[in-house]
Nanobody
Framework: QVQLVESGGGLVQAGGSLRLSCAAS????????MGWFRQAPEKEREFVAA????????YYADSVKGRFTISRDNAKNTVYLQMNMLKPEDTAVYYC???????????????????WGQGTQVTVSS
């Protein structure tokens, strides 16, 4: 059974940084496309970033491009989201998602992911 556990959320001032981690109990982790999504209060869940098998392919939402970086360590079964220059509008619950893929591809649609973590809260104060 796939299990995804996010960590690293918290309260930070605007302009600060946080690094989210998602530890995955899946095998082979290196054949899963991974993504980060977020959901702010009273808003729909939205795509943040995605990464392919090896980490060479990444894709970002326009709202976070240049500030956030997604990466993965296949030896540790972990995907990361480094968040810099945080803004109050980045406040949300951040979710990790995983989907097995027979090809190295980027998945940006939440409905393409079959496995989700419980989420970690990120709050950015102004």
């Amino acid at each position: 059974q796939v299990q995804l556990v996010e960590s690293g959320g918290g309260l930070v001032q605007a302009g600060g940084s946080l690094r989210l981690s998602c530890a995955a109990s899946i095998h082979p982790f290196s054949r899963y496309s991974m993504g980060w999504f977020r959901q702010a209060p009273e808003k729909e869940r939205e795509f943040v970033a995605a990464i392919g098998w090896s980490g060479g392919n990444t894709y970002y939402a326009d709202s976070v491009k240049g500030r956030f970086t997604i990466s993965r360590d296949n030896a540790k079964n972990t995907v990361y989201l480094q968040m810099n220059m945080l803004k109050p509008e980045d406040t949300a619950v951040y979710y990790c998602a995983a989907q097995y893929s027979v090809t190295d591809r980027i998945l940006v649609n939440q409905y393409e992911y079959g496995n989700w973590g419980q989420g970690t809260q990120v709050t950015v104060s102004s």
